[in-house]
């Protein structure tokens, strides 16, 4: 039996369910998470002591001794109705984000699978903790909730990829108590085909592949992995940039090479660079020359796993100055302290990546995955369909025009 | 013919508001429009279910094991365990197993032989998981 904090018995039978033994008999207790008090866990045990005792020799009964297999078939048409009704719908079932979403029809699934030149049937991953399938059309179900265009679909296939892979963590960052969320840096001249915003605000709402694409990978994560808030996925405080975080790097404005030609793919290449950080901090140099900007960079305590994101104005002052990426990394690691809590030893060149984004000011930010679990940044190539130009110059004029005043 | 011509009417922007329906986003400005929509729920391959062990006919003279997760409130919360039960039944035995890798299922993982040997010695086990 299973003695969890009462908080995580949902959790608890999710994970017996998922790994095929549904009766496992999960106890509740009130002893506070990570409890350090003696006394607290000493009365905690007291409260349910005679309960374990209990589920320790209560007889089975015939659905724990042989539970029945529950094949859930989730028919392909979910809903007819307005289009408020559809919103509610999907609500109602825990479907969404908070947020209006639109309806999948099948003309707009049909769409969104254009950015594809997979089968609708075609298995991306399968993502846990459901091991839920995620088809193309799944994927691009997903995505038109989200209001997606099909030309994210590419950046979509490729996130689903990349999170999938164990390098990420994301077995413990998509549902953990850390509320960790998924980082998405685009690289390569797709950022300019669909508009990926690279400068001033890039992290912030407004541009449509960044807020939809994130928003959409969300959803795959909760109706295609599983991970509902409060069921599956534990974040205690929770994070924002669950909604989205994903940026391009600028790298037309960047002096070094960029951070998919680090990793060595060529600088044509489209590609989708992954972590999962819960922590966002931003500061500003005392200093505005290259020592002074990496003083500030190392001041922000980047530790394993971290993005460092660099202006492309300090970029060139390091670059100005004649120091190399390499050089400010090196740099960096001299200032900083220990990797992580839980890793020996000092801030390691593999521990954190540096990205030209953002616009004309004098901030800096730092994203990182606070808490260490042995988690690496992971890039996947974005490969785009045969109908790649027509496909984008279809949407190629859906941008903003803001009025002067 | 005059009183036709707005049933003409009608009837060309019925078809192509129907039409206009059916384009790639839906999008439909009327509250009474139809959205046939599809389910974002995944399907999933079945797992083979297995039952739950059978449980003691009574704790005394048994061998517990106590299970404790990397979480630092586990092992704590299992030496508490294991003092009550002692107290409760002189004559058991306990064993611990210490999962000490972070957010590792050591048990599916690098110590899954050692996990599943431990366990078979096992008349039952308590395992203090989350969080």
Not at chain 1, 34 to 51: L, P
Not at chain 1, 276 to 284: A, D, G, L, S
Not at chain 2, 90 to 97: G, H, R, V
Request: net charge negative; proline share 7%; aromatic share 8%.
């Amino acid at each position: 039996m299973l003695l969890a904090n009462r908080g995580f018995v949902n959790d608890a039978h999710s994970a017996a369910s998922g790994k095929g033994m549904p009766g496992v008999r999960v106890l509740g207790s009130s002893i506070a998470c990570e409890s350090t008090v003696a006394e607290d866990i000493k009365s905690g045990i007291d409260e349910v002591f005679e309960g374990i005792i209990a589920e320790l020799t209560r007889p089975l009964t015939e659905e724990e001794k042989s539970p029945q297999v529950d094949v859930e078939t989730p028919p392909r048409i979910a809903f007819k109705g307005t289009y408020e009704e559809v919103n509610q719908f999907f609500y109602r079932n825990g479907w969404g984000d908070g947020l209006p979403i639109v309806p999948p029809s099948e003309a707009a699934v049909e769409e969104m699978m254009k950015g594809t030149d997979l089968p609708p049937d075609h298995v991306v991953a399968k993502i846990i903790p459901r091991m839920g399938k995620a088809t193309i059309e799944k994927i691009a179900v997903n995505a038109v909730m989200a209001g997606a265009l099909p030309t994210h679909m590419p950046v979509l296939i490729a996130a689903v990829e990349a999170v999938s892979d164990p390098k990420t963590r994301f077995d413990t960052f998509e549902v953990s108590t850390g509320s960790w969320a998924p980082l998405l840096v685009i690289n390569g001249p797709i950022r300019e085909d669909i508009r990926i915003n690279c400068s001033s605000g890039a992290l912030s709402p407004g541009d449509l592949a960044n807020a939809a694409i994130g928003r959409a990978l969300g959803l795959i994560i909760k109706n295609i992995g599983g991970a509902r808030k409060g069921i599956e996925d534990m974040g205690t405080l929770g994070n924002p940039a669950k909604y989205a975080l994903v940026l391009g790097e600028n790298e037309e404005e960047s002096p070094w090479e960029p951070l998919h030609v680090e990793f060595g793919y060529q600088k044509d290449d489209n590609t989708l660079t992954v972590m999962f950080p819960n922590r966002y901090t931003q500061t500003i140099p005392a200093q505005t020359n290259a020592e002074g900007i990496a003083t500030a960079l190392a001041g922000m305590e980047p530790r394993a796993l971290s993005c460092l994101l660099v202006i492309p104005d300090h970029a060139n002052i390091f670059s100005g100055e004649g120091w190399s990426k390499q050089q400010v990394k090196e740099s960096i690691m001299k200032k900083s302290g220990s990797r992580d809590s839980r890793r020996p030893g000092r801030l390691q060149n593999e521990d954190f990546a540096i990205v030209v984004a953002g616009g004309p000011g004098v901030w800096m930010g730092l994203l990182q995955s606070a808490g260490g679990f042995g988690n690496y940044f992971v890039t996947k190539e974005i490969k785009l369909p045969s109908n790649w130009e027509t496909l984008t110059a279809k949407y190629s004029t859906l941008v903003p025009t803001y009025v002067k005043y | 013919m005059r009183r036709f011509i707005p049933v003409l009417v009608m009837t060309v922007f019925t078809i192509m508001a129907t039409f206009s329906c059916s384009g790639n986003t839906s999008t439909k400005d009327g509250p009474e429009y139809q959205y046939e929509v599809l389910s974002p729920w995944a399907e999933v391959d079945p797992i083979p279910l297995r039952g739950i062990s059978p449980r003691l006919d009574s704790v005394s003279g048994k061998k517990i094991g106590l299970f404790a997760n990397f979480k630092r409130a586990a092992r704590p919360i299992q030496a508490e365990v294991e003092r009550r039960l002692k107290e409760r039944f002189a004559d058991i035995e306990t064993s611990l197993f210490d999962s000490r890798l972070p957010n590792v299922t050591e048990t599916e993982t690098v110590n899954k032989e050692k996990f599943t040997a431990w366990a078979k010695e096992m008349d039952a086990v308590i395992a203090a998981v989350g969080d």
